[in-house]
Every structure is written in structure tokens, then in C-alpha cells.
């Protein structure tokens, strides 16, 4: 769990001071990529607290779900249909879902001590 907060704390530095930028026309596909992510994020997280954590799962579940959320949008502005709307449900939904989930086992570990 230390090597995740690290991590996330050195992306988060990095990402404020690299001059990384890309052309505005990937906004919508960036958008449902990082939604999907944070999803991964979550559920990586309520995985831990419920001592349910793989690495592995945890990895493919971060990427292949973000590429695939990316993957949604542009095939559905190729197609004129706004796809990424399902990846917006779909991975919004379960964001705050795993939050739900994760609060509920917060309050019951510092209930139980």
C-alpha cells in the first residue's frame, strides 16, 4: 500500500511539472481514460481494505480498462455516436460505488477499535 501512495504522489509531482501536453482533440478520449483509471484506482484500493489485492489483476484491470474507455470514445466519434457516454456510466457508476463501499469498511474498522 506504501509503494501505491508513493507512486501516486510522484505521478501526481510529475504531472505538475513536465510540460506534457497533448492537442485538445483527445479531451473526450483523456477524459474517459483517466475516469476509467480511477475507477481501477478505487476498486484497487477497496481490494486492499477487504484483503482481496492482486497485483496483477490490479494492473491489467488499470490499463485494459483505460485503453478500452479511450478505445469506446474514438470508435464512437468515428461513428457519430457518442459511445463514450456507456464508459461515463459504466466506470462514473462504479467509481462511486467502490467509494460507497470503501467509506462503509472505513467506518467499520474504526468502529470496531
Do not use: C, H
Not at 509503494?3 to 479531451?27: D, H
Not at 497485483?55 to 474507455?69: D, E, M, S, Y
Not at 463514450?84 to 470496531?112: D, S
Amino acid at each position: 500500500m506504501y509503494i501505491a501512495i508513493i507512486g501516486l504522489i510522484i505521478g501526481i509531482v510529475l504531472g505538475f511539472y513536465l510540460p506534457i501536453t497533448y492537442p485538445t482533440s483527445y479531451s473526450l478520449y483523456m477524459s474517459v481514460a483517466i475516469l476509467a483509471a480511477l475507477d481501477s484506482v478505487f476498486g484497487g484500493v477497496r481490494a486492499y481494505v477487504q484483503e482481496k489485492f492482486e497485483t496483477f489483476i490490479f494492473i491489467t484491470g488499470f490499463f485494459g480498462n483505460a485503453i478500452l474507455a479511450g478505445l469506446l470514445a474514438y470508435i464512437g466519434d468515428k461513428l457519430g455516436v457518442p459511445l463514450y457516454y456507456a464508459a461515463i456510466f459504466t466506470f462514473g457508476g462504479r467509481l462511486f460505488q467502490n467509494f460507497a463501499i470503501l467509506r462503509r469498511l472505513m467506518i467499520e474498522k474504526i468502529r470496531e477499535k
